[in-house]
């Protein structure tokens, strides 16, 4: 059964760091790609960039472009998403999803919850 | 930048029709833009339903079909239930990366 479970919820502090996770199992990690979507409070999805754990190719979206950073440890089957600095905007519900090829998006992480607050 | 349009709301009674449609500011949507839809109840992550255009999920309803209209990805549910209310969202694929429609919340009603 294919699952991607995330890291739990984090609070954080204006200028904090913060790398947060999504661990794959039920199928082969290196064969797909995990893109990274966000979610901030009642609003819609937005696409950051995506990741193929097999060669680390990666691609960002031009809004997300050097405010995040996209990473996978293949030997721990285990997709990141990082920021050097928050920002309060950055509070945000932020969810995993496994895409197959170029075109198919099917299963997603449960979401984690960050919230930055002063 | 682009953007991709969806209608912000929807009513459809138990039972009936209904078409929600996504747009591109780039021009029309075709079968190259991969469309994927999902759907998303409070306080759970999306569900993914249909991808390249009209292609269901395993666990998707057949009540569910996907398809091109006029320029547009389409999704259209045919005999609504309940527990079809819920925010969907289309996303299309541009060359490697993906934008997501603004989604457009779906009251049955």
């Known amino acids: 059964e294919v699952q991607l479970v995330q890291s739990g919820a984090e609070v954080k502090k204006p200028g904090e760091s913060l790398k947060i996770s999504c661990e794959a199992s039920g199928y082969t990690f290196t064969n797909s790609w995990i893109a990274w979507v966000r979610q901030m409070p009642g609003k819609g999805l937005e696409w950051m960039g995506i990741?193929?754990?097999?060669?680390?190719?990666?691609r960002y979206s031009p809004s997300f472009q050097g405010q995040v950073t996209i990473s996978a440890d293949k030997s721990i089957n285990t997709a990141y998403l990082q920021w050097s600095s928050l920002k309060a905007s950055d509070t945000a519900t932020y969810y995993c999803?496994?895409?197959?090829?170029?075109?198919?998006?099917?299963?997603w992480g449960q979401g984690t919850l960050v919230s930055v607050s002063s | 930048q682009t953007v991709v349009t969806q209608e912000p709301s929807l009513t459809v009674s138990p039972g009936g029709t209904v078409t929600l449609t996504c747009a591109s500011s780039?021009?029309?949507?075709?079968?190259?833009?991969?469309p994927n839809w999902f759907q998303q109840k409070p306080g759970q992550p999306p569900r993914a339903l249909i991808f390249?255009?009209?292609n269901k999920h395993s666990w998707t309803p057949a009540r569910f079909s996907g398809f091109l209209l006029g320029g547009k990805a389409a999704l259209t549910l045919s005999g609504v239930q309940p527990e079809d209310e819920a925010d969907y969202y289309c996303?299309?694929?541009?060359?490697?990366?993906?934008?997501f429609g603004g989604g457009t919340k779906l009251t049955v009603l």
């Open positions: 999803a496994r895409r197959v090829g170029t075109n198919l998006f099917d299963y």
């Open positions: 996303l299309l694929s541009y060359g490697g990366t993906h934008v």
């Open positions: 780039t021009g029309a949507v075709t079968s190259g833009n991969d």
């Open positions: 390249s255009t009209n």
């Open positions: 990741i193929y754990p097999g060669d680390s190719d990666i």
